[in-house]
């Protein structure tokens, strides 16, 4: 009934979610190590720490045992929580299994005994028929029981992960965006993902231990019958043997643990090997060489890893073998000396080596599937902290429900990112108001950003406070207070949805299609839509069947069109026209006046000529305000505003004249 094979258990998955700067954090970056045969020092990923070490060191006999009960609890729980018939079918197989089992022991003592115990043939058979037909009996029905038990693992298995992998992603959703920036929250979200993969393994290690948790109850149940001596002799014999399989394991699962870093820098390589993002850079680059070389070396250094991990575990096994030969031989002389004493029948003697057996093999099946559970537990205690903690992370704002907001007050803010050893904002004060447009400005770094993220409420201050109203918004609930937000980022989604979805974002309004045209239009998306086939049904991935794949500005001006779409109280763009043609540009510039009459609007962007459109400036210097006033007043000033705007002045001449030259 067994499928767990030993190799898988040193199966480490890797981190499905595609790798990003935020993923790969500064805190898990060793100091480069020394160069490698004289060449560059390489970025190498470690990952060390917490629960990964802890499940190498738990595997040992005596936190096994401990671990185990709590282990097949746990995956009947979650099989429970699944599918209930399933489960209760799985513990009916089982049990039935384990009693088919003694029975089938019993009926080959009854069966030799038969044979062994008259001189008449015709009178052996005919006392031996019943209990070969019982042999039969339990035999069919085990393998029967087997094959149902296989089916129903095999459905609730997939049910299992994909469960764990939804409430994974509900968790993720409901942490505060500042969480990214937190190397140890990334770090519990990549090994909670490991343990969504793992959780469908664990029904299937739980069969396993129950049905060799039955067959060691029933062997050991027929050999004490049989001889009390045995069965205390088998498992001592069988000790050896186990503890060198346990090693074994643990040196494969260490050793994994020590390429783990590797194993990362290999996820992140191929995600940029494979993926489209980069393929034309690559090409243009000349760096299939370069890429595919270092992941040589990765690999190189993995394989290193392993084959040293296998000689050890080899010559683990092999010195169990050993000892478990001498035992077996101990436990066979023992047999044989009892038979020559008269202490047992030959009819018992040929039980006790079926039972032997049985109880042999249950042992070394408990201990092999036991490490593997035993792990696999580990990775799922990742997934459960995390779900209970969200790394720590998770929101709890208040239950406040914002209106549309009337003025939106920064007071005294202060923001710095975890990690960092400087405030991105320093003691900033401002007011929005609804009718109004400000327009953050400032050199990159400066803050532009992060101040709009603290505005719209994604991230929460450090110091001071974001009013709307005169509410604290981290008093808000989030997804009321967002309601309100209208955001177009600097980087904004290329969603592979329809265009409708990415315009509505999956919530359209009573207005239906005429909203999102009314939107795309706002934002000169209604040229590009025109052009697709399937107009607002055009599928935006390029890699997808009748998928289509848009130019940069096509896709902002439909990230435009999302924000316009959103009846919120608040619209932020930040850079909204980076990509856009100029008289694309100057539409949306026109535009926002009306925008601005019904709402909050705040503008980051990096075209000073274009910001006169603003009722006022916000000019932003390390994270400090350094002026604020009207365009009027700013391009009178001597400041900074007047240093942007000569920069800008004089690239956009420099421009003209090469264009005038060529
Ligand atoms: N997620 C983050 N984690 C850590 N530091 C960050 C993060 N985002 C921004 N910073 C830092 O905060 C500072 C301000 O960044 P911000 O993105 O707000 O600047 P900006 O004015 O919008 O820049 P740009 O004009 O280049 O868009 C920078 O020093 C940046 O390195």
Same mark, same amino acid.
């Given at each position: 009934m067994s499928r767990a094979t030993d190799e898988s258990a040193d199966h480490v998955p890797e981190p499905r %979610?595609?790798? %990003?700067a935020e993923s790969v954090s500064p805190g898990e970056q060793e100091t480069p190590p020394p160069p490698e045969s004289g060449g560059e020092p390489q970025m190498r990923y470690v990952d060390l720490t917490g629960s990964r070490e802890a499940a190498g060191r738990s595997i040992r006999l005596r936190d096994m045992a401990r671990r185990l009960p709590q282990l097949v609890r746990r995956s009947l729980a979650l099989a429970w929580q699944v599918d209930r018939p399933a489960t209760i079918g799985l513990l009916l197989c089982q049990a039935t299994a384990g009693v088919m089992q003694a029975l089938g022991l019993v009926a080959i003592s009854g069966t030799l005994t038969a044979l062994l115990t008259s001189d008449d043939v015709y009178d052996r058979l005919l006392q031996a028929w019943p209990s070969v037909a019982l042999l039969a009996g339990a035999a069919g029905a085990r393998a029967l029981l087997g094959i149902t038990v296989s089916w129903l693992s095999s459905r609730l298995g997939p049910l299992m992960s994909r469960e764990a992998e939804q409430q994974l992603l509900l968790g993720c959703a409901a942490v505060e965006l500042c969480a990214y920036d937190d190397p140890e929250f990334n770090r519990a979200r990549e090994a909670a993902d490991r343990g969504a993969q793992v959780t469908g393994d664990l029904i299937d290690e739980g069969q396993d231990l129950i049905a060799s948790a039955a067959s060691f109850v029933a062997g050991a149940l027929v050999l004490a019958g049989v001889n009390r001596l045995l069965l205390p002799l088998l498992i001592a014999a069988s000790l050896p043997q186990a503890l060198a399989q346990i090693s074994a394991a643990r040196v494969r699962y260490l050793a994994n643990l020590r390429s783990n870093g590797d194993l990362r820098m290999l996820s992140v390589l191929r995600w940029h090997i494979y993926n489209r993002d980069a393929a034309d850079q690559i090409r243009a680059g000349t760096m299939a060489p370069f890429l595919s070389g270092r992941y040589r070396e990765t690999v190189a250094r993995i394989n290193r890893e392993d084959r040293t991990a296998a000689d050890k575990g080899a010559r683990m096994s092999l010195v169990g073998a050993l000892c478990g030969g001498l035992g077996s031989a101990v436990v066979w002389a023992a047999v044989v000396l009892l038979l020559a004493g008269g202490r047992i029948s030959v009819g018992h003697a040929g039980t006790a080596v079926f039972a032997l057996q049985m109880v042999g093999q249950s042992v070394r099946g408990l201990v092999a599937i036991g490490a593997r559970a035993v792990r696999t537990g580990l990775y799922m205690d990742d997934w459960s902290d995390f779900l209970e903690r969200a790394g720590g992370f998770r929101m709890h704002r208040g239950s406040h429900r914002p209106e549309p907001p009337r003025t939106i007050e920064v007071k005294a803010v202060t923001h710095r990112y975890a990690g960092k050893d400087r405030d991105a904002l320093s003691d900033v004060s401002l007011t929005l108001r609804r009718g109004e447009v400000t327009a953050l400005v400032g050199f990159n770094g400066s803050g532009k950003s992060t101040l709009s993220k603290l505005i719209s409420g994604l991230n929460l201050p450090t110091a001071g406070e974001v009013l709307w109203d005169g509410k604290p918004v981290g008093e808000a609930d989030p997804q009321d207070l967002w309601r309100q937000v209208a955001l177009v980022p600097q980087d904004y989604a290329h969603w592979p949805l329809t265009v409708r979805e990415n315009v509505n974002l999956g919530q359209p309004t009573a207005r239906g299609d005429a909203a999102v045209r009314e939107a795309c239009e706002a934002a000169g998306a209604d040229e590009v839509v025109d052009q697709l086939a399937s107009g607002l049904d055009t599928l935006l991935a390029r890699e997808w069947l009748n998928g289509e794949e848009l130019s940069g500005g096509q896709w902002q001006r439909i990230a435009l069109a999302r924000a316009f779409f959103r009846e919120a109280g608040l619209l932020v763009l930040d850079e909204p026209t980076a990509n856009l043609d100029p008289r694309a540009e100057y539409r949306i510039f026109q535009r926002l006046r009306d925008l601005a009459q019904d709402r909050v609007v705040l503008l980051v962007t990096h075209r000073i000529t274009n910001v006169a459109v603003a009722d006022r400036i916000v000019v932003l210097d390390e994270g400090r305000i350094a002026q604020q006033g009207t365009y009027q007043e700013l391009s009178q000033q001597v400041g900074m505003f007047q240093q942007l705007l000569s920069y800008q002045v004089t690239s956009d001449a420099a421009g003209e004249q090469t264009g005038a030259r060529t």
């Open positions: %979610t595609a790798p %990003t």
